[in-house]
């Protein structure tokens, strides 16, 4: 019903930056929220950002004033912009959406594959 593709994640040196891309596609009728996830090695998946319909956002205290999250809602695409990376930022990146398709008068989330950031020292 719904595609979600990644593309962005890399390794980098820290201080360095990155720019994580989601795009849906699919059966879509409306994107409520979108928003990052990561999950290191040994450790919980954890929000790292999201961002609703309207653009309010919302973010982890590690990352704040590092990354900055934005969709652009003609392109059902939500981008997260990562500078002053950190080592303790490695982890794999997840974007979920929640989406209303044309299934279902109903929103469900939906998750992407996830993407590898590592940063080294």
């Known amino acids: 019903q719904v595609q979600l593709v990644e593309s962005g994640g890399g390794l980098v040196q820290a201080g360095g930056s990155l720019r994580l891309s989601c795009a849906a596609s699919?059966?879509?009728?409306?994107?409520?929220?979108m928003g990052w996830y990561r999950q290191a090695p040994g450790k919980q998946r954890e929000l790292v950002a999201d961002i609703s319909r309207g653009g309010t956002t919302h973010y982890a205290d590690s990352v704040k004033g590092r990354f900055t999250i934005s969709r652009d809602n003609a392109k059902n695409t939500v981008y997260l912009q990562m500078n002053s990376l950190k080592p303790e930022d490695t982890a794999i990146y997840y974007c979920?959406?929640?989406?209303?398709?044309?299934?279902?008068?109903?929103?469900?989330?939906?998750w992407g594959q996830g993407t590898q950031v590592t940063v080294s020292s």
């Open positions: 979920k959406v929640v989406v209303r398709t044309t299934l279902s008068v109903r929103y469900s989330d939906y």
């Open positions: 699919g059966s879509i009728v409306s994107i409520n929220a």
